[in-house]
């Protein structure tokens, strides 16, 4: 099956700091990204949407300038969440559509990478 | 507004006996409608899908059931296992928004 990655699964920063999130597709190319966040015993909340070449789409309430997101190519995108703080802190997950899926809704989840704000 | 809802945070079932897990929609536009099954820091894997124009998909043990009229759909395990344990989540994707929203999630475990 398709496989996504993120690197790092895990990481602990200081408060005002920025930490950058990577997501490949590692053998697909995936023109749409997604990126997600849970918080504990939450379900999973959409966080934007991105397209290879273009600017990510935020869904309400989400900061585009705190969490800079970046789709460089047709198999990395990238979350970076700037002056972080403890609020942070939390599950980031990114999912993958393949640019030739066999059905639209078809996504593909790496497996998440869990950031702690100290 | 939580447009999916998964009403029941939790649920034990007994190893080899019938798992059901139920999701509600308000959202009459979603098109597909999708299960996921997630162990605690990894991402969720796919399970099975329908079409909300289907009313049952069947793959192996997994069997969804759909009713529009009741914006209600559910996920029967059969039989249950205790590898099965995991937290549920279901997914509805609409054509218009091209993007999931996700259930609250059930947290299912077997017992051996």
């Not at chain 1, 496989?3 to 190319?29: A, M, N, Y």
């Not at chain 1, 997604?34 to 273009?54: C, D, H, I, V």
């Not at chain 2, 899908?49 to 997994?62: L, P, T």
């Amino acid at each position: 099956g398709a496989v996504v990655s993120q690197h790092p699964s895990r990481v602990i920063c200081k408060s005002g700091t920025s930490v950058k999130i990577e997501c490949r597709s590692l053998d697909f190319q995936a023109t749409t990204m997604f990126w997600y966040r849970q918080f504990p015993k939450k379900s999973l909340m959409l966080m934007a949407t991105s397209n290879e070449g273009s600017k990510a789409t935020y869904e309400q309430g989400v900061e585009k300038d705190k969490f800079l997101i970046n789709h460089a190519s047709l198999t990395l995108s990238t979350l970076t969440v700037t002056s972080a703080h403890p609020e942070d802190s939390s599950f980031y997950i990114c999912s993958a559509s393949p640019s030739a899926g066999a059905v639209v809704y078809e996504q593909y989840f790496g497996p998440g990478t869990r950031l702690t704000v100290t | 507004d939580q447009q999916v809802k998964q009403n029941s945070p939790s649920l034990s079932v007994q190893e080899g006996r019938i798992s059901i897990l139920n999701c509600d929609y308000t959202n009459s536009m979603f098109d597909y409608f999708l299960w996921y099954k997630k162990y605690p820091a990894e991402g969720p894997t796919f399970l099975i899908s329908i079409s909300s124009i289907k009313d049952k998909n069947e793959d192996g043990r997994f069997t969804v059931f759909l009713n529009k009229s009741a914006k209600h759909l559910s996920l029967h395990i059969v039989p249950s296992q205790p590898g099965d344990s995991a937290v549920y989540f279901c997914a509805a994707w609409s054509s218009g928004t091209y993007k999931y929203i996700f259930g609250t999630g059930t947290r299912l475990k077997v017992l051996a």
